[in-house]
C-alpha cells in the first residue's frame, strides 16, 4: 500500500501528533517583541535562550499556550535593561550566600555545640538553601547577546 500523499508520511503523521497542527500547517515567522516595553515588531539585540527560557517555552507549549516571539531588547531599553540584569545579579548573589550561610549553619553549629553530625540537618539546610536561592529567580532577567554586564 503506498502512501497517497506526503502529508501522510509517518515523519508528517509523527510530527503532527507531536505538535498537535496539521502535516501541512507552516509555522508563522516570529515576532520580534522587546522584554522591556513590550513593543513589538522592532529590531533590537536578541535575548540569550537558557535553560530558564527553555524551560518557560516547554511548560507554554505543553499548555498550548505559547506565543512564538523572538524576545529582544530595542535599543531605547537598554540602559533600564542592565539596571534591572544587575539587580537580579546582585539579588542571585546574595540569596546564594544566605543559603550557603544557612547550610554551613545547620551543619556547623551542633557538630560545634559537642552533638553528632545530624544527615537530617544537611538535606533540611540544602531544601532550604534551594528554596531560597529559588527565590531569586522572581526578578528574572535574561542575558542579552552583545550586551556585556559590569562585575
Known amino acids: ?11 508528517a503523521l509523527k ?3 507531536k505538535t ?4 501541512e500547517a507552516k509555522t508563522a ?15 533590537g539585540k536578541p535575548v540569550k535562550e537558557d ?24 535599543e531605547t531599553c537598554v540602559p533600564k535593561y542592565t539596571e534591572k540584569r544587575g539587580r537580579f545579579e546582585k539579588t542571585l548573589v546574595q540569596y546564594v550566600a544566605i543559603s550557603a550561610i544557612i547550610v554551613v549553619g545547620l551543619i556547623a553549629l551542633p557538630l560545634i555545640a ?4 545530624n544527615f537530617g540537618a544537611l538535606i533540611f539546610g540544602v531544601a532550604i538553601g534551594a528554596f ?6 522572581t526578578q528574572y532577567m535574561p542575558a542579552v547577546e552583545g550586551i556585556e554586564q559590569k562585575r
Do not use: W, Y
Open 132 to 137: 531560597i536561592t529559588a527565590l531569586s529567580f
Open 15 to 17: 510530527r503532527e501528533q
Open 51 to 74: 535553560a530558564i527560557l527553555g524551560s518557560i517555552r516547554a511548560i507554554k507549549n505543553a499548555l498550548k499556550i505559547a506565543t512564538n516571539r523572538r524576545l529582544i531588547v530595542c
Open 114 to 117: 559537642g552533638g553528632a553530625f
Open 20 to 23: 498537535g497542527q496539521p502535516a
Open 29 to 43: 515567522p516570529l515576532r520580534n517583541v522587546c522584554i522591556i516595553c513590550e513593543q513589538e515588531g522592532i529590531e
Open 1 to 11: 500500500m503506498a502512501l497517497a500523499k506526503k502529508k501522510d508520511t509517518p515523519v
